[in-house]
């Protein structure tokens, strides 16, 4: 698994334990509107929606905050204004930097953006200046909670998955975006827990950085990722062990 991926993977367990959660609540509820007002309220037939409803009960969200935010969406309201945009640029050592954002104003969420690029000493490109070094993958993460990671693996593969790693306390699967569902149902009955699922942009070509740039870019993914209006942030960088054990401690 790339460095980014495992940083993905920290991100999460320290947003998953953090108290003060109401930024990542806001940013889910987001995200839910969107898929509801684009999809409809239901969950078992708009897939958008089944993976932000999934996002938010994995981090704790309330299924009242859950509902509500629905129910804003499909009732209109603020809801009709807000819009999905993509952002590209490169990080300090060059790494590639792709961001996915939930807005009501562009100028806001680029000048936000652009000031962490600048402050990192990255640069925010034009649009496909970057994206064409990522694919789509759908990414699971599979607690091993006591099980044989073996068997997860093999269960992941078995199911359709085309890519399965160990990380620590838990097993990383890749599927192609089409599988994500079908191998997330077929974990869960078959009795594992599958902490996060979701559609990723995996980079084709990771890139080593030296220490120097790469603790750079770490703290710029760190500042994309707490800016308001950012849902996603996916980079080509490969962090080394050393540098990703200080963060995550």
Same mark, same amino acid.
């Given at each position: ?56 009960? $994995? ?5 009242? +905050?859950? /509902?509500? =935010? ?5 009732? %209109?309201?603020? &809801? ?39 402050? $990192? ?5 034009? +649009?496909? /200046?970057? =994206? ?5 993958? %759908?990414?699971? &993460? ?108």
């Amino acid at each position: 698994m790339s460095g980014h991926s495992k940083w993905s993977t920290i991100k999460r367990k320290k947003e998953a334990a953090d108290n003060k959660r109401g930024a990542l609540f806001t940013k889910l509820a987001k995200e839910l509107q969107l898929a509801a007002r684009d999809g409809g309220p239901d969950p078992d037939t708009n897939f958008k929606l089944r993976l932000a409803v999934q996002r938010a009960k $994995a981090a704790n969200m309330p299924n009242d +905050n859950i /509902s509500r =935010a629905i129910a804003k969406a499909t009732g %209109g309201g603020d &809801s009709d204004q807000l819009i999905e945009v993509s952002y590209e640029g490169y990080g300090p050592g060059g790494a590639a930097i792709l961001i996915t954002a939930v807005t009501d104003n562009r100028n806001r969420t680029v000048a936000a953006i652009r000031h962490e690029f600048t402050r $990192a000493g990255g640069n925010l490109g034009e +649009n496909g /200046s970057v =994206a064409w070094q990522f694919e789509s993958r %759908g990414a699971l &993460s599979v607690s091993v909670d006591g099980h044989d990671e073996d068997e997860i693996a093999l269960a992941a593969i078995e199911a359709g998955a085309e890519d399965v790693e160990t990380s620590g306390d838990s097993v990383e699967v890749q599927t192609a975006p089409g599988d994500l569902e079908p191998v997330r149902q077929a974990l869960a009955e078959a009795g594992y827990h599958v902490e996060h699922a979701d559609l990723s942009m995996v980079p084709t070509t990771p890139i080593s950085l030296e220490k120097g740039p790469a603790a750079q870019t770490l703290r710029l993914l760190d500042g994309l990722e707490e800016l308001e209006d950012v849902q996603r942030v996916y980079s080509n960088a490969d962090f080394d062990e050393e540098l990703l054990a200080q963060y995550a401690g």
